[in-house]
């Protein structure tokens, strides 16, 4: 007969180590007694725990608080930003970025580099991109673990690249051809980058908990926020508003399809219809009134609000956020998005939908593949505060 | 200061109420030390609860059970065929259904009657449906709570109709409008259909958990069940796949947009195409294989085929179950949405999209409607059993 066993003295340990880095992470400044207040563990435990957090420099004593009640003199406590950080590396379709977030969930340093990444194998892409990870070592700083943004569909179960329409790729095992090019000792997470932008915008963008944040490159992606939780799907697949057909005579996809939101609304259409050679020709332009690149934006908008109507008409999500390129055209598109949401979705009177713009740039992907680096290490710091005792 | 209250002994006692009817109903014919057993709760507590749920015929004790250890001789417990019944009653577009379900979860008497409730007023309309509850109640069996299906937006917070675009009704307090016509002094529920179908198929059908349950009828609907629950957005307006523009060029829409697909794959608009007065006809041609029927069925296929696919894009769902009268049409619809979902949801070739056919007939929002009254009584039994007693 199986019973419920008692939780042994480590893994009470371990839970009350999360607990307590939790707590100095969420509100950083607080004293022991504080910890001790919100987690309500003994301030002895407290005492303990945080002793051999600040011995692995995963968190640091600040100045001494006033006195606010008896007993010792409080310290105040934040998450050491020179403790373990998550690194972010994005694989885009045209270029490879590097990210580095400290426990503080400050971004301490970014990379950006140009790399027409279809035009390469796997192989060769992965290499470079074991390059940007060996650079970033050799900034010194400890790495607790890394997350890796591609633009593609991911298996949660495996952590597997099934496919990547706009790489070529197919059946990538990214974790471990990374692993077998340059040495990682630590966790790595493999990741959709339209989900990981929505999470970057959960954790720090305009603090809404229900929305779908849709960026467009010369993919385009969408990332489904319900209720604070990332919502994709039973394997890790949603989310894919790019390939919605919204126009059944439109042009074939590299899906197989034709009409695709992706192909009618994506960087590279938008860029040819508007006869700019770059995003910051098309930029220009729309500045100048250039009437090739409005109407060019003009009839991406069309699509893009026909595939988002249909996301929230699904989904009655209250917020839309326009992320990556999407977030630097969000003049000349808010107005159509706005119109055609209201005027499609049913719900739309008696609650219309916000369009947002981010304010995350193009890094929001790599730095929501960091971000969730660093939360790994924060839902599970005793690893390294055993390390740092052996 | 505020400060937790204990719970009272009156919450305990409702808590554990529940506790026991849904150990009973999950596990018709426990003992009540399998009661007992499964609860938590001690033997003295179930069985005091069990007497006082007796008395109030919620639940009925049948054949002693084969002794199985020590002790009294145990006797199967059930719910009460005889106890509280949910009502359910929809207003559908052309007709007026009821449905009786018992405390066992079985249907115990249904009616539908044709009523085109697009002429009508609303007024009218609720007088017909008013008819039509007092003439279930007439029946003589006890009625602990109603559930009304709606081919509308149902506000969750407020329980009003928003819209219900093809009745051409807005604003109406359903539940209020039903109260001054019937003496109703039990809780009214008021929902959407097609999310009251969804969870007659999530209690009733295939035993799936994930899947998007899609009923055409002359409005299209769909609900959308995640893990197990409903997710029908953050006001109870999703699932409206009916909306989704699947053909910019499309004819307009009740809606105020056009190319909806509840416009291209309605019932309306099938039966025009395939020059076919009724739905019966309709069946009797494509059985004969009749070209313009089959060609019509075809073409609302593709329109259907695009939506699924856009929503199993979005959401990753591994299955689409087909209700209402696409339940009917499923012969001739099957392949191609199988082939369209296998061509352009992007995940597919790691795991295709089951699409199965329901078996709950017309009946699935009526009997959702009538289940959810049912399962409101035995998530909280307390007030019958106070009832009882008084």
């Known amino acids: 007969m199986s019973r419920p066993q008692p939780a042994s003295q480590h893994t009470v340990r371990r839970h009350n180590s999360a607990l307590v880095l939790d707590a100095i992470t969420t509100h950083p400044g607080s004293s022991r007694a504080a910890v001790s ?7 002895a435990t407290v005492s303990s725990l945080v002793d051999r957090m600040i011995a692995a420099g995963l968190v640091v004593e600040g100045e001494a608080q006033a006195r606010s009640g008896p007993g010792r003199r409080g310290t105040a406590l934040h998450p050491s930003p020179d403790g373990p950080h998550g690194l972010g590396v994005e694989i885009g379709v045209d270029y490879v970025a590097t990210c580095l977030v400290d426990l503080t969930g400050r971004v301490r340093h970014r990379t950006l580099r140009a790399s027409d990444n279809r035009t390469s194998s796997p192989a060769r892409v992965l290499t470079k991109v074991a390059t940007a990870i060996r650079n970033t070592l050799k ?18 179960a495996t952590g597997t690249l099934r496919v990547a329409p706009n790489l070529g790729w197919e059946e990538v095992d990214i974790r471990d051809e990374l692993r077998a090019r340059v040495a990682l000792e630590v966790p790595v997470q493999v990741g959709n980058e339209a989900n990981l932008a929505a999470l970057a915008e959960l954790w720090h963008g305009h603090g809404t908990q229900d929305f779908v944040h849709v960026s467009g490159e010369i993919g385009i992606g969408a990332g489904i926020v319900v209720a604070g939780a990332l919502f994709d799907g039973v394997r890790g697949f949603g989310g894919e508003i790019g390939h919605l057909q919204v126009d059944p005579n439109g042009p074939p996809c590299t899906c197989g399809s034709r009409g695709c939101l992706e192909r009618l609304a994506g960087q590279d259409e938008i860029l040819k219809s508007a006869g700019c050679p770059t995003f910051d020709d098309l930029l220009k332009a729309l500045r100048a009134g250039d009437p090739s690149a409005t109407t060019a934006v003009s009839e991406a908008a069309k699509w893009l609000a026909t595939a988002l109507s249909g996301a929230v008409n699904l989904l009655d999500l209250p917020t839309v956020v326009l992320g990556g390129t999407y977030a630097r055209l969000a003049p000349w598109l808010t107005t159509t998005l706005e119109t055609t949401l209201r005027e499609r979705v049913l719900g739309a009177r008696w609650s219309p939908t916000t369009v947002l713009t981010s304010t995350l740039g193009a890094e929001a992907a790599v730095r929501g593949a960091a971000t969730t680096a660093v939360r790994a290490i924060l839902a599970d710091p005793d690893p390294y505060i055993t390390a740092a005792q052996s």
Chains 1, 2 share one sequence.
């Open 37 to 43: 207040a919100r987690t309500g563990l003994t301030k």
């Open 139 to 156: 900034r010194d700083v400890p790495i607790g673990g890394v997350g890796v943004a591609v633009p593609g569909l991911v298996e949660t």
